[in-house]
Nanobody, 118 residues
Framework: QVQLVESGGGVVHPGGSLRLSCAAS????????MGWFRQAPGKERELVAA????????KYLDSVKDRFTISRDNAKNTVFLQMNSLKPEDTAVYYC???????????WGQGTQVTVSS
């Protein structure tokens, strides 16, 4: 059974930082590129950052480039998102999943809420 468990969200002031973690289980983690997605109220879920199977390739949404860094620890089946210089427009629920979700599109976790507010 595929499980994706996100953690690390919270409430921060603009300019602050957070580090999100996602623990994956139920599939062969090293076979899949992974992504962090976010969904703000009233908006579609969007891909924020993605990483290849062995960390060599990464890509980012333009609005988070140079502020967010995605990484993964294949030994621990975990993917991370370091978020710096946070802005109010980063406020959303953040999820991880395979990228693209494909056969895991029905396996979204509960997400972790990130709120950036002064």
């Amino acid at each position: 059974q595929v499980q994706l468990v996100e953690s690390g969200g919270g409430v921060v002031h603009p300019g602050g930082s957070l580090r999100l973690s996602c623990a994956a289980s139920g599939f062969t983690f090293t076979n899949y590129a992974m992504g962090w997605f976010r969904q703000a109220p009233g908006k579609e879920r969007e891909l924020v950052a993605a990483i290849g199977t062995y960390t060599i390739s990464t890509k980012y949404l333009d609005s988070v480039k140079d502020r967010f860094t995605i990484s993964r620890d294949n030994a621990k089946n975990t993917v991370f998102l370091q978020m710096n210089s946070l802005k109010p427009e980063d406020t959303a629920v953040y999820y991880c999943n395979a990228n693209p979700p494909g056969r895991f599109s029905g396996s979204w976790g509960q997400g972790t809420q990130v709120t950036v507010s002064s």
